[in-house]
Every structure is written in C-alpha cells, then in structure tokens.
C-alpha cells in the first residue's frame, strides 16, 4: 500500500470488477476451518485474511461483519437457561474478539484495517459512526463492524445487513461452508440441488435458514441483491467481486 506523508493511498480499482464498495458477512465458524469447533484456527485466519488482503488490492472498499459463533452464540446460552439479553451481550463480544483477530491479519498482509463497534470498547476499538466508517472506506481501509447491531434479539446476519445499507455497499456477500443454497441440506441429502438465482420472497416463503429473515426482509425492502458462495475456494471473493457466477443469487427476481 502507497503512502504519501504518511497517508494511505487507496489502490485504483482493477478494470475487471463488478463491484466496487462491499459488505461480507462471515461466520465465526468460517475462522474454525472445515472441521468446526472452537476458537480461531490461525493457518485458516491467515488464508481469509491473505484472499481479503487481494480483493483489497484490486481496488474494492470492503466492509466485513464476522459473527461469534466459534467462541460464544447468543442463542445456544438462552436456550440453556441465560437470559437471553445477557446471552447476546456476551454473543456480541465474542465477535470483537474475532474482529480483533482478523484486523490483525489483514495487516499482517498489508491490508489497512479499522474495527468499529456498536458496543462502545474504546481501548481496542473505535466507536461505529456512519460517516466515519464511510470515511474509512473512501480512505483505503477495510472496516470490521464488531459487536453486531449493538442490541440484543438481532443477529449478525441483520447487522450485515443493515451495515450494508449505511454504507451503500454494491451487494451483500455472504461466505458459507457451502456452494450456495441448496432446496434441501446437501450433507445429508445427495440429490440436493443449489439455486443459482432466488427471490426474497420465495427465500422466506420457504424458510431457508442459511440467513437470518429479518435480514433477507431488510434487503429486500431497500433492493440489496445477496450473494451466496462457499468460503473455503480459493479465490471465490474476488471472482465474485469480479462479475463470476458463483453460487446463489438472492434478489427482486
């Protein structure tokens, strides 16, 4: 990354992208690996952060919500009995400590990054405000949105959702174990079949759980088209940011 008296100057977008400003929601599992489980696989978190790094290059704004779900789920503690604003306070924090996590990668690979939290943190994060974030993007850094909406009773998946819309991202991508969607689970049925273009309304319909329908309806309501794709291929990011077809689309049509 250039730098010019010790300001960051942004790389000019590649001629080949399709999108310029986005917003990728991972999951913490994504930070698991394959095999899932708890906590932060570190050869994993390098090779999202090393593909991140890439697409940063090429040019696109990214802005990146990651979810809790390695460490602690909201919900799993409120079904075991928490109350369940307390459960999704600590759901919250577990995803600043994997926003934590990935800035320090990022960086690690020459990828200027800024966590911002919905939860006030100050000491390791900054606070989200809208046009600062917007201001970050313009600048050449990639933003991590921590802590979700900041409320409990919402998931990462609106927070994406919702960051998406403040900061006028070009589409929603959101990184999965899987290909896409499929009309049934594919790991246990192998004649499952993947939908490469979806609406919202069928999506909610038939209540396909790969994302949250608050958010699918928040989407819906403001035209921000969804991408599905499989996380663990490398080089997905940046063929989708790049116009490939790749996994499923959810949209108007």
Same mark, same amino acid.
């Not at 593909?51 to 040019?59: D, I, M």
């Not at 009309?183 to 069928?202: E, I, N, V």
């Not at 997905?236 to 077809?245: A, F, H, K, S, T």
């Given at each position: 990354?250039?730098?010019?008296d010790?300001?960051?100057?942004?790389?000019a977008? *590649?001629?080949?992208?399709?999108?310029?400003?986005?917003?990728?929601?991972?999951?913490?599992?994504?930070?698991? %690996?394959?095999?899932?489980?708890?906590?932060?696989?570190?050869?994993?978190?390098r090779?999202?952060?090393a593909?991140?790094?890439?697409?940063?290059?090429? %040019?696109v704004?990214?802005?990146?919500?990651?979810g %809790?779900g390695?460490?602690?789920?909201?919900?799993?503690?409120?079904?075991?009995?928490?109350?369940?604003? !307390?459960?999704?306070?600590?759901?919250?924090?577990?995803?600043?400590?994997?926003?934590?996590?990935?800035?320090?990668?990022?960086?690690?690979?020459?990828?200027p990054?800024?966590?911002m939290?919905?939860?006030?943190?100050r000491?390791?994060?900054?606070?989200?405000?809208?046009?600062?974030?917007?201001?970050?993007?313009?600048k %050449?850094?990639?933003?991590?949105?921590?802590?979700?909406t900041?409320?409990?009773?919402?998931?990462?998946?609106?927070?994406?959702?919702?960051?998406?819309?403040?900061?006028?991202? !070009?589409?929603l991508f959101?990184?999965?174990?899987?290909?896409?969607?499929?009309?049934?689970?594919?790991?246990?049925? *192998?004649?499952? !079949?993947?939908?490469?273009?979806?609406?919202?309304?069928?999506?909610?319909?038939d209540?396909?759980?790969?994302?949250?329908?608050?958010?699918?309806?928040l989407?819906?309501?403001n035209?921000?088209?969804?991408?599905?794709?499989?996380?663990?291929?490398?080089?997905?990011?940046?063929?989708?940011?790049?116009?490939?077809?790749?996994?499923?689309?959810?949209g108007?049509?």
């Open positions: 990354m250039a730098r010019v010790d300001t960051i100057v942004p790389p977008p *590649h001629p080949r992208l399709a999108y310029r400003r986005i917003l990728l929601k991972l999951s913490g599992e994504a930070l698991c %690996g394959e095999e899932g489980g708890f906590g932060i696989r570190p050869e994993t978190l090779q999202v952060a593909e991140l790094a890439e697409v940063h290059k090429r %040019g704004q990214i802005g990146i919500v990651v %809790g390695n460490i602690f789920r909201g919900l799993k503690g409120a079904s075991s009995g928490m109350d369940r604003s !307390q459960s999704d306070y600590m759901g919250m924090l577990a995803t600043v400590i994997n926003s934590l996590a990935l800035q320090d990668a990022l960086e690690k690979h020459g990828c990054t800024r966590v939290t919905a939860l006030e943190i000491q390791v994060a900054e606070p989200y405000i809208r046009r600062r974030a917007m201001r970050h993007l313009d %050449g850094y990639a933003v991590i949105f921590a802590a979700g900041g409320n409990p009773y919402f998931s990462t998946d609106t927070a994406a959702a919702l960051r998406a819309m403040e900061i006028n991202a !070009q589409a959101k990184a999965t174990k899987v290909e896409g969607i499929y009309d049934r689970d594919p790991h246990k049925h *192998h004649d499952a !079949q993947m939908f490469t273009r979806l609406s919202y309304d069928r999506f909610l319909v209540r396909i759980g790969v994302m949250d329908s608050t958010a699918v309806t989407c819906r309501e035209k921000m088209p969804i991408r599905v794709f499989k996380l663990s291929d490398r080089g997905n990011i940046l063929r989708v940011c790049e116009g490939e077809d790749i996994g499923t689309v959810v108007e049509t």
